[in-house]
C-alpha cells in the first residue's frame, strides 16, 4: 500500500500543503489558504519598515489545509485512508521570531496581546530593527569577527536579533511578558507536537544557524558578553533558548490526539523539524554536493552543500554557511541575488511601457541577439547580495541610445540578473565548491524559458528546472519521509529520499555556442563595472557614487 | 515713415519669412510654407543616411513666403507700403551644398538631373560620407592638424568635402556635370540677387569656417596638396569655389527685377550674405561678448563671440573657431549638446510610459527636490559633442531603485543635460572666455520653464530668455537691416541694430540657492562619471567601456 507524506509550507501570504507519494514524489493533492489577518495576511503600519503576521493564521492554516488534502486525496486516490500517511514536514520564512510565554504559546494568543503587533510574529521582510542591526553588526565586527564571518559579513535588519533588540527598546512591556522567543519555523513542529514548551522545543539549525550567529563551534548562541553589551536582557534570554539546534532530520515528536483529532492525521506521525522555505526548496529539487540550486523568484536564493569533512573556507560574500541548514551531514551554503523577478516587476510596474507585458516584453526580446542592443545593465536595484553584501547599492543601465526600446532594455535586465548568477557561480568555485549541475525552480525557472535560456548561454552551463512546482513543500514532504524512517514505509536518507521523489523537467536549457562567446565579453564588461562601483580597491573613485547619491537623496527627502 | 526687413529662414522641413520694424523689432507679420517634395520636404531613400532636398523647393519658398508677408502686412498695418522694406537676410541649414552649372544654377533645374538625389542639396543631415568624413580626418590629423584644431578634431560626415567626396565616389556623373558647389546658406542670397554665377558669388564665411575648413589664415579653402591626396578631382574643384568668404555685414547684391516683379520688393534692396540658421539664432537673440546663447531643441548650440584683437586659444572640445562666422568683428565659437530635447523625446516617444507625456511628467517631475530620487544620468544618449566630441559614447543612468518612477527618470534626464551645459560654459571660461550672461532661445526655451530652472540651479547663473520667438528669421532680418545701413533707415552696425531690435522676456530664471547646493554635489558625481566613461586619462578603464558594446552591438547585428 502506498505511503504519504504532508509537506507544510508557510510562505508569506499564504500558507500550502502538499501531499505526498514517498515512492515516486507524486503530488497527490495540494491545498493553499490565504491568511486572514492584516493585508492578505501581513499587518502593516505607518512605519514602511514594520511587517508582522498573527500566529493564529498559522495554526488555522495547518488544520484548513491538512484538512483539505485528506479530503482532496480520498476523491483522487482509490481507497485513500489517512492511516497512509506517515510524516510531516514544515517549512516557513525567517528569520521571523515570535514572542512566547512560559508554555511557548505565542503572546499574541493573550487576549491584552492580541491585537499588539510587537507581540505577533515578526516577519521576515520587517526592517524595523535597521539601527540594531548596524549597533549588532558594529559590535560584532570589533569583538567577535568569527559571527560576521558565517553571515556574510553584515548581521541584517531582518534578523533574529535586531529584531528582539529592537522590541527590547521599543515594545518593552511585550518583551518583558516574553519568556522565549520562537522561529516560526520552530514553533509550527511545536504546535503540532506539543512540544512548544521552552524544555521540550526543538530549535533548527537554518534559522539558528543563518540568522541568529548560532554555531556549535563557538557553543551555539552568541555568548552571554556579547549579548550584554548589546543589551543585559538578551543574556538573560540566552539562557531560555535551545541548548542546541536540529536538522530536518531530527523528528521533534508525532502529532498529538488533538491534532489528530483536528485535521485527521493519524496520531503520533513524526513531524520534522523545520527548515527555511528556500532551504527545502533546495531539497525538493534534488540539491547534493555539486548541484548548485537556485530559487529564483522575486529574488534568487543560490543553495550549495558540502562535506562537512573537508575543510572549507569562510567564503566571502556568501549570506550564510552553516552545518546541517540544508542537508543534515553538510555544510548549508547560501548566496542570493537581492533582486531578480523585482527588477523585471520594477520595469513594468513602475516604468509601465505601454503595451509592456512581462509577455509582450519577453516575446520581443527573445527575437534579439546577444549583445545586438548595445546594452549593459547592473542588477542592483534592491542592492547585491552576493558577493558584495551592500544593500546600499543601486542599478545602472549603460548603453542607451536615441532608439533604445523597452524590449531591449528588458533583455538587458535579465542579462544583469545572469551576470550575477554567473558571478556567484564563480565565487563558490573560486572557494573549492565546484558547480557541477544548476538545478533551477521557483516561479521564473518554471514560466519564462528566456530567462532559463540567458542564464545558460551566460554561465555556459545547462539550465535544469526542478521538476516540481512546489519545491519547498515537497522538501518538507522528504523530510517527513525520512523522520519517518523506511520501517514506516519512508526512507532511510535524504539521498534514498530525494532519488526517489526529486526530478527534473524534460526540458533543458543547453548553452548556445555562439551566444557564450558574445556574453563572455559582455561580462567582462560586466565585471569591470562591478568592480568599479561595488569594490574600495578599484582606484577610479566610482565605488562611493552611488553611496553619495543615497545621502544627497536622503537629505532633499527630509 | 517706419521701416522694415525681411529674414529669411530655410529649416529642414519648410522656410519661414517675417517681416520686422527695424526700429524696435516688432515682428509684424510670419509666414511658412512646408516644402513640396520628398516627406515634410526631405527626400529619403532606402540608405538611412540619405537626406536630400529639392533646390526648387527653396526658389518657390522665397516667392510665397515674401508674398504671404507682404500681403499681411498691408493688412497689419496702417498704409504699409513695399517700399518700406530694406533690406533682406537669409539663415539656412548647413552644411548642405548644391552641386551647380557653370551659371551657378543647381543640377536638379536640368531636366535630366531632376529626380537624381545625388544632384539635388545634400541636406545637413546626410550621413552618407561617414567612410569619407573618417578619411578627411585621418588625413588632416596626419599632415594638417590645425585644420582639426578649428573644427573640434573630428571633420564630420555632415559636412561640406565629406559629401563631395562621396558624391564623387557614388555618384561620378554628377559631380562630373558640377561646375561648382555652392552652399544652400550661399545659393539663396546669390538667387535673388542674380549672383549666382560663380564668379559673381559670395561665399559666407559660416558655412566655409564651420564647414569646409576655410580659414583667411591659411588661404582660404584647404590647400590643392592636402585635396588631391583625397582626390584630384577636389583640387581641381578648389579653383572653382571662392577666394575669400564673407560674413553677413557683406550685402551679396539687390534684389533682381525678376524677383522684385515676382514678390512685390522694391527692386535692388541690398540681401546679406547668407549664414546658418543657429548663428543668426545668436544675433536675434543679442549675441555679443560675454553673452552666451543657447539654442535649444532637439540638440544644443551654445555660442559665443569674442574680440579678434585679442589672441585666443584652440578651445578643445569646441565644434568650430571661426573669424566673422557669427558676428562681424569676431570669432564666432560654436559649443553644442549631439542631444537636449531629443533624449527627452526618446524617452516619451520609444520608452513610452503609460499616461507619460512630455506634459505629465514635466508637471511631476516639477514637484520632485533636487537629488531626490537617487538618479544620476549622462546626456549622451546620441554621443557626446562639446567637450569630449565622440559620437560613439552612449547614455548612462545610475541609481535606480525598485521604485524609481518615470518621473523622476525623466527628471534626472533633463539635469544631465544642464550638466552638460554647465560643463560648456566651463570649457569657455577655462580658455578665459567669461560667460557673464546666458540667453536661451529654442522651443525648449521658451516652452519649458522647469528645463530653464533647473539650468538655472545646476549653472548657478540666472537664464533669460530670447523676446523672440523666431530668433533665427530675426537675426537674417537684422542682417538685412544692417546691410540696408543707416542713409536707408536701417543700422549702422549689428551692435546698434540689436540693440534696437532684440530684447529678452520678462521672466527670468533664478537659481536657487538651496538646489544649488545640492547640484554641485551632483555635478561632482556627474563629472566622475563624465571622466571615467568619456576620457582616456582616466586610469580606471572604463572609457572604452560604451565603445566596446557598440563593436558588441556591430557584430551582433552583421
Given amino acids: 500500500m502506498a505511503k504519504y507524506t504532508i509537506g507544510l509550507d508557510y510562505g508569506t501570504n499564504s500558507v500550502r500543503a502538499i501531499l505526498v507519494n514517498v515512492a515516486n514524489g507524486r503530488e497527490v493533492s495540494t491545498s ?28 488555522k492554516g495547518a488544520e484548513l489545509t491538512i484538512k483539505a488534502v485528506l479530503a482532496d486525496a480520498k476523491k483522487k486516490v482509490k481507497a485513500f485512508a489517512p492511516e497512509q500517511v506517515i510524516g510531516v514536514g514544515v517549512d516557513t520564512t525567517g528569520s521571523t521570531p515570535i514572542p512566547a510565554d512560559e508554555k511557548g504559546r505565542p503572546l499574541a494568543f493573550q487576549k491584552k496581546f492580541a491585537r499588539d503587533p510587537a507581540a505577533m ?33 553584515t548581521y541584517s535588519s531582518e534578523w533574529f536579533f535586531s529584531k528582539l533588540l529592537h522590541c527590547k527598546r521599543t515594545a518593552p512591556k511585550v518583551f518583558e511578558a516574553a519568556h522565549t522567543w520562537v522561529e516560526c519555523a520552530d514553533w509550527v513542529p511545536a504546535m503540532l507536537t506539543g512540544t512548544e514548551a521552552p524544555n521540550r522545543l526543538t530549535a533548527c539549525v537554518c534559522a539558528a544557524g543563518h540568522k541568529a550567529m548560532y554555531n556549535d563551534d563557538w557553543g551555539g548562541y552568541p555568548d552571554k558578553k556579547f549579548l550584554r553589551k548589546l543589551d543585559p ?46 532551504h527545502l526548496g533546495g531539497v525538493g529539487s534534488g540539491i547534493a554536493p555539486g548541484t548548485l540550486v537556485k530559487a529564483l ?29 540544508i542537508l543534515p551531514g553538510y555544510f548549508g551554503l547560501e548566496a542570493g541575488q537581492a533582486a531578480v523577478g523585482d527588477i523585471f ?32 545593465a547592473l542588477d542592483w536595484n534592491n542592492g547585491n547580495r552576493t558577493i558584495l553584501v551592500d544593500q546600499r547599492l543601486t542599478g545602472l543601465l549603460l548603453g ?37 549541475r544548476v538545478v533551477n525552480c521557483g516561479g521564473i525557472a518554471e514560466k519564462n524559458p528566456l530567462v532559463m535560456q540567458i542564464y545558460a548561454d551566460v554561465t555556459g552551463r545547462p539550465m535544469y528546472v526542478s521538476r516540481s512546482a512546489q519545491t519547498c513543500a515537497l522538501g518538507s514532504a522528504i523530510a517527513g519521509a525520512v523522520v519517518a524512517g523506511k ?43 562591478h568592480d568599479a562601483f561595488g569594490t574600495e580597491d578599484f582606484s577610479g573613485g566610482l565605488h562611493n557614487v552611488m553611496k553619495e547619491l543615497l545621502e544627497i537623496r536622503a537629505a532633499a527627502r527630509k
Fill in 32 to 59: 493553499v489558504w490565504g491568511y486572514a489577518h492584516g493585508e492578505k495576511g501581513v499587518i502593516l503600519a505607518r512605519d514602511p519598515n514594520l511587517a508582522r503576521q498573527h500566529p493564529a493564521d498559522y495554526e
Fill in 121 to 153: 510574529a515578526w516577519l521576515w521582510k520587517d526592517h524595523t530593527g535597521i539601527a540594531e542591526a548596524e549597533e549588532i553588526t558594529a559590535l560584532a565586527a570589533k569583538i567577535r569577527p568569527e559571527y560576521l564571518a558565517k553571515c556574510g559579513g
Fill in 233 to 278: 536582557a538578551l543574556a538573560e534570554l540566552r539562557d531560555r533558548l535551545q541548548d542546541r539546534a536540529h536538522a530536518i532530520d531530527t523528528a521533534v515528536g508525532g502529532i498529538t490526539a488533538a491534532w489528530a483529532k483536528r485535521t485527521g492525521l493519524p496520531e503520533g506521525i513524526p513531524v520534522a523539524a523545520g527548515a527555511f522555505d528556500a
Fill in 297 to 325: 523568484g522575486t529574488s534568487s536564493c543560490d543553495m550549495m552543500v558540502a562535506p562537512t569533512n573537508r575543510p572549507l573556507a569562510d567564503i566571502p560574500g556568501l549570506c550564510g554557511i552553516v552545518k546541517g541548514s
Fill in 345 to 376: 516587476n520594477w520595469f513594468v510596474d513602475y516604468i509601465r511601457p505601454t503595451d509592456g507585458s512581462h509577455e509582450t516584453l519577453t516575446k520581443q526580446a527573445a527575437r534579439m541577439a546577444p549583445g545586438a542592443s548595445g546594452l549593459l
Fill in 400 to 436: 542607451q541610445t536615441l532608439y533604445t526600446t523597452p524590449a531591449e532594455i528588458y533583455r538587458a535586465l535579465i542579462e544583469a540578473t545572469a551576470f550575477g548568477a554567473l558571478t556567484i557561480i564563480n565565487r563558490f568555485e573560486e572557494y573549492g565548491v565546484k558547480v557541477k
Fill in 487 to 529: 520501517k514506516a514505509g519512508g526512507h532511510g536518507s535524504f539521498k534514498a529520499a530525494q532519488k526517489a521523489m526529486t526530478g527534473l523537467k524534460a526540458r533543458v536549457y543547453k548553452p548556445d555556442p555562439k551566444a557564450r562567446k558574445v556574453y563572455a565579453r559582455l561580462y567582462a564588461l560586466y565585471r569591470r563595472l
